[in-house]
């Protein structure tokens, strides 16, 4: 069985950082593209980042690229969203997401709360 759970979120202050973690079990992160999205109340889903562990390659929305990081640990098979400067507006439920073709996965969110 696939599952990737999220870990990291909480409440921070305004210009906070947290970093959150996707550790996935029943697939290898090598294997597959993992991405980042978050959903805020009344809102779509947003993608934020997504990271090929395999050979390292990034992607950043242009809403979070200059402020969050995304990076993994093969041996861990776990993904990282390093989030910095935070804002209000960051305030949302974080996802991880799994893609090899058309095999795809869902974490259950990970609770993010930004204190002006």
């Known amino acids: 069985e696939v599952q990737l759970v999220e870990s990291g979120g909480g409440l921070v202050q305004s210009g906070g950082s947290l970093r959150l973690s996707c550790a996935a079990s029943?697939?290898?992160?090598?294997?597959?593209?993992i991405r980042w999205f978050r959903q805020a109340p009344g809102k779509e889903r947003e993608g934020l980042s997504c990271i090929r562990p395999r050979d390292g390659s990034t992607y950043y929305a242009d809403s979070v690229k200059d402020r969050f990081t995304t990076s993994s640990d093969s041996s861990k098979n776990t993904v990282y969203l390093q989030m910095n400067s935070l804002k209000p507006e960051d305030t949302a439920v974080y996802y991880c997401?799994?893609?090899?073709?058309?095999?795809?996965?869902w974490g259950q969110g990970t609770q993010v709360t930004v204190s002006s």
């Open positions: 997401h799994a893609r090899k073709f058309a095999n795809m996965y």
């Open positions: 029943g697939l290898l992160i090598d294997d597959y593209a």
